[in-house]
């Protein structure tokens, strides 16, 4: 079994991989406080209680963090617990077989190179990849599998906070769908500002986007992925795919890539 962890600045996901098929998969909190031993003890009691994974031995790890204290300690834990385990991950010098043509390639988060593979593997290019996480990340890959470029917004339950934090009458809500645009109070008046406004947004950006990635951006496929992409998928026109495992995916490619 090939495992795959990505370390996003608000949570950390963990797939088990059979060959091509994510077979079991986990949300955990990202905590940079966590050490290596805790984090193999999460990672153990994880495994251990999934009733597919009784008698299952973990052969190889692929992993990337935007975490960087994060990812020293799973540096450390693939180095102490699992030693005997091929482990690949993602940084400079690795190999993911994406040209990266940005002023600065070593800028780009190592999960948005992940992505912009999965999708060129998954559903060809040009396409762009909406991750719906801490930030909202927008990636456009071109019909030759380059990443070229994209754009960052804040992230969904950042704007939430940042409302409770600044206005006096303004708490945290459930983010559901309100029953309609307009509202009639003021927890349906947050969602809704919420709901359609980043489906607006992320309209408007993707719009723009493949205006610029293809002559026609008709031609141009949309994939979402991120843990709060369900909050919006119904509401945004422009997405064609959502791929809640885009980045492991990515990950398991260039595990093989790199293990061959």
Excluded at 216 to 238: H, M, Q
Aim: hydrophobic residues 45%; aromatic residues 4%; contains cysteine.
């Amino acid at each position: 079994m090939l495992l795959t962890i990505d370390v996003g600045n608000t949570h950390t996901v963990l797939g088990l991989f059979e060959g091509t098929e994510v077979i079991e998969h986990w949300r955990i909190n990202t905590d940079p406080r966590r050490t290596a031993d805790e984090i193999a003890v999460v990672l153990q009691g994880l495994v251990q209680q999934s009733p597919l994974l009784a008698e299952t031995d973990i052969s190889g790890i692929a992993l990337c963090s935007t975490v960087p204290s994060v990812l020293h300690e799973m540096r450390e834990m693939c180095r102490r617990y699992y030693g005997d385990v091929p482990a690949v991950i993602v940084e400079p010098g690795v190999k993911t077989g994406v040209p990266v043509r940005m002023d600065n390639p070593k800028e780009v988060g190592a999960d948005r190179i992940v992505n912009a593979l999965a999708a060129v593997h998954t559903h060809g290019g040009p396409a762009i990849v909406v991750d719906f996480g801490t930030a909202t990340t927008f990636d456009a890959v071109s019909a030759k599998g380059e990443y070229v470029g994209g754009a960052i917004a804040p992230g969904i339950e950042i704007s939430i906070d940042a409302l409770s934090v600044r206005g006096a009458q303004l708490h945290k809500i459930e983010l559901v769908r309100p029953r309609n645009v307009i509202a009639k109070n003021t927890v349906e008046a947050l969602q809704s500002g919420i709901i359609f406004g980043f489906a607006g947004q992320v309209d408007g950006i993707v719009e723009r986007m493949a205006e610029e990635l293809a002559a026609d951006p008709a031609e141009v496929t949309v994939i979402a992925t991120g843990g709060l992409a369900p909050l919006v998928l119904e509401e945004a026109r422009c997405i064609d795919v959502f791929e809640p495992w885009l980045t492991l995916i990515g990950l398991r490619l260039i595990y093989e890539r790199n293990t061959a």
